[in-house]
């Protein structure tokens, strides 16, 4: 009995034993020091290259000109030759006013020119008349005693006044001409013709309306709407941040809903240079030539615009952006480790996008980045290809 209990005693021991030798081996400084595993990652190398691609824009066809006309003169209709869709030529008659007060300012005026004229021809043979006499005089008092000195000067003092009279007369024909002529110039306005070749788009107004220069009812209406439709601009706004280099004469293809599936070019022809404040896009335009009238002003477009740079810059894969609350960055490996890199990411080809940032060229980056991976964790890296060929 006795050697059995001193048996058990002695196996409990050894249990206890054994227990604490374990647990002190489990919270060895060792054991709890131990570094973290390099986390597995895919890399790619920053290439540089110059950018060029092609880039969709939404733009709009305009007329290379269009004006509205409006009456320089108070009149009412009279006439009105065409009608929306009439095809016109520079120099047609569009319009016809009649206004007849014109007429009675033409009478008064032609009256004054013939008064003017009048008053001309008694000046001068009233000079004639006067100077012939003073030549008399003169003549004669050559001779001594024969005309007093006095008589012969009231005389030259006379022709004198009638050649002041002639000229004033002459500066009244002219005055009284000027005035006819600005009359006929006025009674010009009265047929209304068109300024160039185009297309009659709008027609607002018909015979018997009272129209005037900006007074009346109908004052700021225009009568006649009319666009150049042989000639079409391509208005296109360039985003600020894809402006690139432009060339004028660069072609450009285009496409428009009216005809699908068909593609349209046009050199480009002005680019303004400078930012529209509001929109921040720079407007620049194309000539289109459209003499067959296939495409219609005012129409949408959609631009397949050519972007490229003349100097290079660095892509990488789009797998390799990433941001967080704060950061656009790429993870960078250097010496076995992570290193956050913030970037300004620009136009995206073919699945790589451009960055710039504290980069070079042949740098690797993690080609799948995440916020996951910390600046300064160690990584195990696995060479990819190249991320451009």
Partial sequence: MRRT????????????????????????????????????????????????????LPAQLEPYEQVDIYPKVTGFVESVTVDRGSHVQRGQLLVRL?????????????????AAQSQLATAQAKLTSDNAT??????ASKTPGVLAENDVAVAGQTVSADKGLVDAAEQNIAAAREALSSVTQTESYLNITAPFAGVVTARSL????????GSGQNGSVPILQIVDDRRLRLVVPIPEAQVGD????????????AY??????????????????????MPVELDVQNRDGRLSPGSFTTVS???????????????AVTTDQQHTFVI??????????????????????????????????????TDAIHSGDPVREQISPSASK
């Fill in 5 to 56: 209990l001193l048996a058990s005693a002695a196996l409990m021991l050894a249990v206890l034993g054994c227990n604490n030798a374990s647990s002190d081996k489990g919270s060895s400084p060792a054991a709890s020091s131990a570094p973290a595993a390099p986390t597995a990652v895919t890399t790619v190398p920053v290439v540089s290259k110059k950018l060029q691609t092609t880039i969709t």
């Fill in 134 to 139: 003073y030549q008399h005089m003169l003549a």
């Fill in 332 to 369: 960078r490996v250097r010496n076995g480790k992570a290193e956050w890199v913030t970037v300004q990411i620009g136009q995206t080809v073919s699945g790589e996008i451009e960055v710039f940032g504290d980069l070079s060229a042949g740098d690797r980056v993690v080609k799948a980045a």
């Fill in 206 to 213: 018909h015979p018997g309306a009272l129209i005037g220069p």
């Fill in 260 to 281: 699908p599936g068909q593609t349209f070019k046009a050199p480009i022809q002005r680019i303004s240079g400078a930012m529209d404040e509001k929109s921040r896009t």
């Fill in 98 to 114: 009649t206004a007849p007060e014109l007429t009675s300012q033409r009478s008064q005026a032609e009256a004054a020119v013939r």
């Fill in 246 to 257: 432009m060339k004028a004469g660069q072609l450009v293809s285009f496409a428009v809903p």
């Fill in 305 to 319: 615009w050519p972007l490229q740079r003349s100097y290079p810059t660095l892509f990488v894969p789009a797998s």
